[in-house]
């Protein structure tokens, strides 16, 4: 398996640097602040299903978000994000420099490890604005599909059905997590331009790997994504949008492989999403869909779709009630003996809690969370999976 994890001197060095391009700069104002979550919540396959890349979880015991931000000049701004969990070494979620060219236009160059600019749900990713503790599906569950293996046969992958959370098995022996569709917890290198022209909203950029596979450490294909999206804003409370990413996946080394005349280049993952926003008063509804294709030398075009709706209502006395029901749906293919199958395990996710906010920094949030498969990956473990969890998240 490929790494994907930083080493804990990494991220010192990158916190280093950060600090360091805003104080040799000339930089008038350097903060740095911090985000701490608590989480009492009990171990086992609920907990697991909700593991990410690097195997903390926002159910993790504690997690602590540590941010940087330099101004550097009124166009140019550094901004820094370290993550340590007790599962992980700490990593650098996000480090990039943003400019703006002209400080009287919402028009914003983002470089370095910048986030994913599809979808809408990065905001909410954060325990002190995400109204429940778990991620969306589509942004954190790891499908049977890893990006450093060519899947042997239909077979195969119909075999390691439903394991992608906990290590595919191609092959007789486990190893690493599959990809999620928009892998949230695992930004990438890139460039992008983000912005907006009321009511218009919009954002492209180029990275170095797929939102299902970030490529921060090397280059391991010669190709690029190209991710984008386009929103509305009509009205005050209302947005809606459209986001997009294609690009290849696969690393270099599999060439040898492929069919003659094949690259990895040639073999892309393709993501169309929807998102919508409605904010009215106590109320906030959100929902995103999502299909997705990646495109394989052996087992043809592996596709799956996904969706959730959230909604949250706020009361006047600092409570409120949030839940999310999502799904995620894989398309079929063909076994040996000519049987269509998904490739994968369908399954859905139902979130619901209790929240109440003491003061603008700190938040208390208790959550029940069932995620049912429709066929066990396990025959001996049930298919419902579910678990009660509390939070506490103070931002300083």
Avoid: C
């Avoid at 119909?158 to 992608?164: D, N, Q």
């Amino acid at each position: 398996m490929i790494p994907r994890s930083l080493p804990s001197w990494a991220a010192a060095v990158a916190a280093a640097l950060g600090l360091a391009v805003a104080t040799s700069s000339g930089a008038s104002e350097f903060k740095i602040h911090g985000l701490l979550d608590v989480v009492v919540a009990p171990r086992g396959e609920a907990y697991d299903g909700n593991l990410l890349t690097r195997d903390d979880s926002p159910f993790d015991a504690f997690g602590l978000r540590v941010f940087g931000e330099g101004q550097v000049n009124e166009r140019l701004q550094v901004y820094l994000q370290v993550v340590l969990r007790d599962a992980t070494s700490p990593y650098v979620d996000g480090a990039y420099v943003l400019f703006t060219p002209s400080p009287v236009r919402d028009l914003h160059v983002l470089a370095g490890k910048v986030p994913w600019a599809v979808g809408t749900y990065a905001p909410r990713t954060y325990s002190n604005k995400n109204p429940l503790i778990g991620a969306p599906l589509m942004y954190q569950y790891h499908s049977t599909l890893v990006w450093y293996e060519v899947v042997p046969s239909a077979d195969a992958l119909l075999a390691t059905s439903g394991s992608g959370q906990y290590g595919i098995n191609y092959f007789g022996y486990q190893e690493g997590r599959g990809m999620a569709l928009v892998d949230d917890s695992y930004w990438d290198v890139g460039v992008t331009l983000v912005g907006s022209s009321r009511p218009v909203e919009y954002a492209l950029g180029v990275t170095a790997g797929t939102p299902g596979w970030g490529s921060t450490s090397q280059e391991e294909n010669s190709g690029k994504s190209v991710l984008g999206r386009i929103g509305l804003a009509p009205l005050p409370g209302v947005r809606l949008g459209v986001s997009s990413s294609y690009g290849p996946y696969l690393i270099e080394p599999l060439n040898p492989l492929l069919p003659p005349g094949k690259v990895v280049e040639d073999y892309n993952q393709k993501l169309v999403m929807t998102d919508i926003e409605l904010v009215a008063g106590h109320v906030e509804a959100r929902a995103e869909g999502a299909r997705n294709v990646w495109e394989t030398p052996t087992v043809g075009d592996l596709k799956v779709s996904s969706g959730y709706v959230e909604l949250k209502y706020q009361l006047s006395f600092g409570a409120f009630a949030a839940g999310r029901w999502d799904a995620m749906r894989f398309g079929k293919i063909a076994d040996s003996s000519g049987a269509l199958r998904p490739w994968d395990s369908d399954l859905s996710r139902l979130e619901t809690g209790l929240g109440y906010r003491f003061s603008r920094d700190a938040m208390a949030k208790v959550v029940y969370q069932r995620t049912r498969y429709d066929v066990s990956p396990d025959p001996s473990k049930p298919r419902d999976r579910s678990l009660v969890a509390a939070q506490l998240s103070v931002a300083f």
